[in-house]
């Protein structure tokens, strides 16, 4: 069973916002990266943006100055607030967490379901 529970997708017109959530769905565990991908019909998923325990993120070079990615105070839920939405940014976006080492070897990770958002032009 997938602990994560992604919310906030849509349909929305060109220019729009909306705003991802992601948070577990029960259980309790450890992770030091976060992040949301995206996979359009026919591609392969793709890193969106991804913010790691240090508050360091990173964000895919064609929402850079649109989307932002954070969490909350108890650095729980991961949020994407994405703005002046483009018809490419359509997919399904999952949300990932994991606990990545130093090495950058993967201890475990966790996806969720998906959130479908299409942005119509």
């Known amino acids: 069973q997938v602990p994560l529970v992604e919310s906030g997708g849509g349909l929305v017109q060109a220019g729009g916002s909306l705003r991802l959530s992601c948070v577990p769905s029960?259980?309790?565990?450890?992770?030091?990266?976060r992040g949301w991908y995206r996979q359009a019909p026919g591609k392969e998923r793709e890193m969106v943006a991804t913010?790691?325990?240090?508050?360091?993120?990173n964000y895919a070079a064609n929402v850079k100055g649109r989307f932002a990615i954070s969490t909350d105070y108890a650095r729980k839920t991961v949020y994407l607030q994405m703005n002046g939405l483009k018809a490419e940014n359509s997919g399904l976006y999952f949300c990932?967490?994991?606990?990545?080492?130093?090495?950058?070897?993967?201890?475990?990770?966790?996806w969720g379901r998906g959130t479908q958002v299409t942005v119509s032009s």
């Open positions: 029960g259980g309790v565990f450890t992770v030091n990266s």
């Open positions: 990932h967490v994991g606990w990545v080492r130093e090495d950058g070897d993967v201890g475990y990770e966790y």
């Open positions: 913010i790691t325990e240090d508050g360091s993120i």
